[in-house]
């Protein structure tokens, strides 16, 4: 990290000086022509117009010039106001238009927002918010973002926004100030060097992580700013095009660039971390280093102890009427390289490669000999920079004209590129002589071509064919599991197993809800799925997770899932796809085993003691048993900030009408023996009477089976299902034990009919809310979300063989499973409504702040 602490630390304390000292200026200057503008005792200039003579006071010049100081002085902050105004306007408006997920885990004060690429700001002008992006935290190692958050946490600290937006309002405001202008200027870079010695001293010191983590971000400022940390380039003004050639500084730094493991490519996989996006593919060695290639603006393709190439890429600037023809190469500028004589040296390292890539075009290939030393010559890649510019001017008009004279001389319009053509155009060597041609007006040149070009034109093409087999080779292998998989997808299988476990007598451990298995089962799987990088197989990674969950939660099952794991695995084909997903399916299951590790659902339950006052739950026949889960109120949410988040109001008075009725309908159609309760009403009551997480997991295995959503979208799906049923469950037994309120067998035996007995076996646990209503709602809200309330299908259940019943939305199934209860005995309709009501809501806020956004 270059010495600018002190510097930025000064240029702080310089710049606030010279705010108060400019609106000291403008107020002084206000109240000294205020002053100064009294008028005079005795006239010095006497009009007279038709006999009216009129005395006028003598002008004061300085008067004159310090009220017009302080006009221009008002219109300054007049103007400033407004800009304030408007950029105030602006950050509420991106605050409330960013798609947010929700704070971070851990880390309270930072808010995490969908989106795919690696994104860290600090927005806000009086209280400013941190925003990560969600794919900074799948992207960036922990060193790196606990860089970044240290960063951007110093800008907030430090209020930087609020003072950026100042510094560049008296710039704009201030501009016959040069001082103030360059300030206003440099304010910017002084703030990022004082937060990126905050990420510094967050990690150590180590700067190759921060740099690293600069050089990931997208936007375009990764490169320059990694290069200015490491201490090679002290000044942020390169442009876009050339700064990604300030990778090679990342590269001559010992260690900055080692081999380690890839975060998504999974254990033992030896890869290098570059650029916008973590996904790699190993090509093989260049001078003893990993080569590797990826999608994005700024393309690292080799670092070796005495080779470094690096190779930027951007919009090219060829002419789009003619297809931005290059077959000839461009003259000498005036303005050029070579005309002002810079031809650099070549010492010691090797050429950095810059391709700028045509539309629809292959790259031309441009060579420039970087400098071994902690500083580049700025001036000589100013000059490359206007060069280029000016040699594609050229260029086009060279183009323009040469189609004029064909169309005079063959009265026809001129060829042009074929849409689809990508001929590559010869190589441009811009630290070499230029290559010239045929000048009418100078008389016939001879071209002078580099050596070597032809060979170079035939290497361009065998890579280009290379290149294009690779691609379709990859495709074909990556379409080849998807078209030999004749089974449900793992998902689905998955869900099914876990199913068959908890119906197992058992299997499930008493005090542990199973909501919890399935939330871990899915989420495992999801971020199997998501992350597994493109070289890998998401079918296997999905087989992988599921199995070392399961494998974990229930050792006893081990021996059949392990058969039914290699069976799942073996549907892959190819063998390299199939270790690389499982290698992403451990590491996600293993990942979410430790989050959930001490969520406080092992913890032991207490005991619940009833004071016996009317209301206040008990214990119901016919075994009396002590209340269960009473501790699950309070284990760790998945995606809620805490079980009460929303707890329902109270239930009704006793003595309330609500009440009475509510008691008297499940009195009349919840007995055993009732005559009022039909044939139907009596079947909806048993069939709904399994555990209900049960119901809605089969239900979306059937709607998902019939819509073929594909691996991706049904991992989302059931993560999204299971982690609102889970945290569900978490809240409505929040609610329970909060209320503590008795269930209608105990009301209607204690106050209407003692010997009064439900259809029903009572659950052992408080009556208020209803589980069948939350969990219904929470389940019906998430389907809804992703096929509509709309939606046709069947379900059997599973304590009435044989026997199912269908349902033309999701809205029926949840009406009819709350009615359920009240029809079995062992609800009222006090705890269905409520119940709704908070799956309804728990539902809700997981879909918009579970981090899972839509692929």
């Given at each position: 990290m270059p010495p600018a602490s002190d510097a930025a630390a000064r240029a702080y304390r310089l710049w606030t000086c010279l705010a108060g000292l400019a609106l000291l200026v403008v107020v002084g200057a206000v109240g000294v022509s205020l002053a100064d503008l009294s008028v005079r005792s005795e006239p010095v200039h006497v009009v007279s117009v038709l006999g009216l003579v009129v005395a006028l006071p003598a002008a004061n010049p300085a008067a004159i010039a310090l009220l017009v100081l302080a006009t221009f002085g008002i219109a300054v902050v007049v103007a400033i106001a407004r800009g304030t105004v408007a950029i105030v306007r602006s950050h509420r408006l991106l605050h409330a238009r960013l798609p947010v997920?929700?704070?971070?885990?851990?880390?309270?004060?930072?808010?995490?927002?969908?989106?795919?690429?690696?994104?860290?700001?600090?927005?806000?002008?009086?209280r400013p918010r941190i925003y990560v992006s969600d794919g900074a935290l799948r992207r960036l190692t922990d060193d790196e973002l606990t860089a970044v958050i240290a960063h951007e946490r110093m800008h907030r600290a430090r209020r930087d926004p609020l003072r950026i937006v100042t510094a560049r309002l008296l710039g704009e405001a201030l501009f016959f100030a040069p001082p103030v202008r360059a300030l206003a200027r440099r304010y910017d870079t002084l703030a990022e060097i004082a937060a990126d010695d905050q990420a510094l001293a967050a990690v150590g010191g180590d700067t190759s992580v921060l740099a690293a983590a600069m050089l990931a971000f997208d936007g375009g400022v990764g490169p320059e700013r990694a290069d200015h940390i490491l201490g090679v380039h002290r000044d942020y003004s390169l442009p876009l095009a050339l700064a990604g050639m300030a990778t090679a500084g990342l590269a001559r730094v010992p260690g900055a660039l080692c081999d380690r493991p890839c975060a998504d490519a999974g254990d033992g996989a030896r890869t290098r971390r570059l650029g916008l996006t973590p996904v790699l593919t190993?090509?093989?060695?260049?001078?003893?280093?990993?080569?590797?290639?990826?999608?994005?603006?700024?393309?690292?393709?080799?670092?070796?102890?005495?080779?470094?190439?690096?190779?930027?890429?951007?919009?090219?600037?060829?002419?789009?009427?003619?297809?931005?023809?290059?077959?000839?190469?461009?003259?000498?500028?005036?303005?050029?390289?070579?005309?002002r004589g810079c031809r650099p040296k070549r010492q010691g390292a090797g050429p950095v490669r810059l391709a700028r890539p045509l539309p629809r075009r292959r790259a031309r290939a441009r060579a420039l000999p970087l400098r071994k030393g902690p500083r580049r010559p700025e001036r000589l890649l100013r000059q490359l920079r206007f060069g280029m510019a000016a040699a594609d001017r050229?260029?086009?008009?060279?183009?323009r004209r040469r189609r004029e004279r064909c169309q005079a001389r063959d009265g026809r319009p001129a060829r042009r590129r074929a849409r689809?053509?990508?001929?590559?155009?010869?190589?441009?060597?811009?630290?070499?002589?230029?290559?010239?041609?045929?000048?009418?007006?100078?008389?016939?040149?001879?071209?002078?071509?580099?050596?070597?070009?032809?060979?170079a034109e035939r290497q361009g093409d065998r890579s280009m064919i290379r290149t294009a087999l690779a691609t379709v080779a990859v495709s074909l292998v990556g379409a080849a599991p998807a078209a030999a998989h004749s089974s449900p997808d793992p998902v689905i299988t998955w869900n099914r197993t876990l199913l068959s476990i908890v119906r197992t007598p058992g299997a499930q451990p008493p005090t542990v809800h199973p909501t919890r298995s399935f939330a871990l089962l899915h989420a495992a799987i999801e971020d199997a799925v998501a992350g597994a990088p493109p070289s890998a197989s998401r079918w296997a990674a999905a087989t992988v997770a599921g199995h070392d969950v399961l494998s974990s939660l229930y050792p006893s099952m081990r021996p059949a899932l392990d058969d039914q794991g290699q069976r799942e695995r073996a549907e892959v084909p190819s063998a390299t796809r199939r270790e690389r997903g499982a290698l992403a399916g451990a590491a996600a299951a293993a990942h979410e085993l430790a989050q959930r590790a001490n969520d406080g659902s092992s913890a032991t339950p207490?005991?619940?003691?009833?004071?016996?006052?009317?209301?206040?739950?008990?214990?119901?026949?016919?075994?009396?048993?002590?209340?269960?889960?009473?501790?699950w109120g309070a284990i760790r949410p998945w995606v809620l900030r805490s079980g009460d988040q929303f707890r329902p109001p109270p239930p009704p008075a006793l003595s309330s009408r609500r009440y009475a009725d509510a008691i008297e309908q499940v009195r009349s159609l919840g007995q055993n023996t009732s005559a009022t309760r039909t044939v139907d009403q009596t079947q909806i009551a048993r069939f709904w009477a399994a555990p209900i997480q049960n119901y809605w997991n089969e239900i979306a295995q059937t709607v998902a089976a019939?819509?073929?959503?594909?691996?991706?979208?049904?991992?989302?799906?059931?993560?999204?299902?299971?982690?609102?049923?889970?945290?569900?469950?978490?809240?409505?037994?929040?609610?329970?034990?909060?209320?503590?309120?008795?269930?209608?067998?105990?009301?209607?035996?204690?106050?209407?009919?003692?010997?009064?007995?439900?259809?029903?076996?009572?659950?052992?646990?408080?009556?208020?809310?209803?589980?069948?209503?939350?969990?219904?709602?929470?389940?019906?809200?998430?389907?809804?979300?992703?096929?509509?309330?709309?939606?046709?299908?069947?379900?059997?259940?599973?304590?009435?063989?044989?026997?199912?019943?269908?349902?033309?939305?999701?809205?029926?199934?949840?009406?009819?499973?709350?009615?359920?209860?009240?029809?079995?005995?062992?609800?009222?309709?006090?705890?269905?409504?409520?119940?709704?009501?908070?799956?309804?809501?728990?539902?809700?806020?997981?879909?918009?702040?579970?981090?899972?956004?839509?692929?």
């Open positions: 997920l929700g704070p971070l885990r851990g880390a309270p004060d930072i808010t995490v927002v969908a989106h795919p690429g690696v994104q860290a700001f600090c927005l806000g002008l009086v190993r090509r093989g060695k260049v001078d003893g280093a990993v080569a590797s290639t990826e999608t994005c603006p700024y393309l690292l393709h080799a670092v070796g102890d005495s080779h470094v190439s690096v190779e930027v890429l951007h919009p090219g600037r060829g002419d789009r009427r003619t297809g931005g023809d290059h077959r000839h190469r461009a003259r000498r500028h005036r303005h050029g390289l070579a005309a050229k260029r086009a008009r060279r183009a689809g053509d990508i001929r590559r155009p010869p190589a441009l060597l811009l630290c070499g002589r230029l290559a010239r041609r045929p000048d009418r007006r100078r008389g016939a040149q001879p071209v002078r071509r580099p050596v070597g070009h032809r060979l207490p005991s619940y003691v009833t004071t016996g006052q009317p209301g206040d739950y008990r214990p119901t026949p016919p075994a009396f048993a002590a209340p269960v889960f009473t501790h019939a819509h073929h959503e594909g691996l991706v979208k049904d991992a989302r799906l059931f993560a999204l299902l299971n982690l609102s049923l889970a945290d569900g469950t978490i809240a409505f037994y929040d609610a329970k034990y909060a209320y503590r309120f008795w269930r209608p067998v105990t009301a209607i035996r204690e106050t209407v009919d003692p010997g009064w007995t439900p259809l029903a076996t009572t659950p052992a646990d408080p009556s208020y809310p209803g589980a069948h209503s939350v969990i219904s709602a929470a389940a019906a809200t998430v389907l809804q979300g992703s096929f509509g309330d709309d939606v046709a299908f069947s379900v059997t259940s599973e304590v009435l063989p044989g026997v199912t019943r269908s349902f033309p939305s999701f809205s029926a199934a949840v009406d009819e499973a709350g009615r359920s209860r009240i029809y079995a005995g062992v609800h009222s309709s006090l705890d269905d409504e409520p119940g709704r009501t908070l799956g309804s809501k728990v539902a809700g806020y997981v879909l918009s702040h579970a981090g899972l956004p839509e692929r």
